[in-house]
C-alpha cells in the first residue's frame, strides 16, 4: 500500500509541475510570436492561437514531466 501511495503522490507532483511549467513556456512562446494572450483583452483568431499554445504546453509538459519522474520508479 505504501507503494502505491508514494507512485500517486508522484504521479500528482509530475501532473502539478509539468501543467505549471508547460503553461508558461506555452505562454512565453506566444510572447515571442507577439501573441500575449494573458495581458490582451480581444478574442481573436491570433489571442486564440496563444491559448492554444498555453494549453498546448500544459499537455507536453505533462506528458514530459510523468516521463521524467516516473521513470525509475516501481
Excluded: H, K, Y
Amino acid at each position: 500500500m505504501a507503494q502505491d501511495f508514494d507512485r500517486a503522490m508522484r504521479e500528482g507532483l509530475a501532473d502539478a509541475i509539468g501543467f505549471v511549467a508547460g503553461a508558461l513556456a506555452g505562454w512565453w512562446l506566444g510572447r515571442q510570436f507577439g501573441v500575449d494572450f494573458i495581458a490582451s483583452t480581444d478574442w481573436n483568431a491570433q489571442q486564440l492561437a496563444g491559448l492554444a499554445l498555453i494549453v498546448g504546453g500544459c499537455g507536453v509538459g505533462r506528458w514530459v514531466a510523468r516521463r521524467l519522474m516516473l521513470r525509475d520508479g516501481p
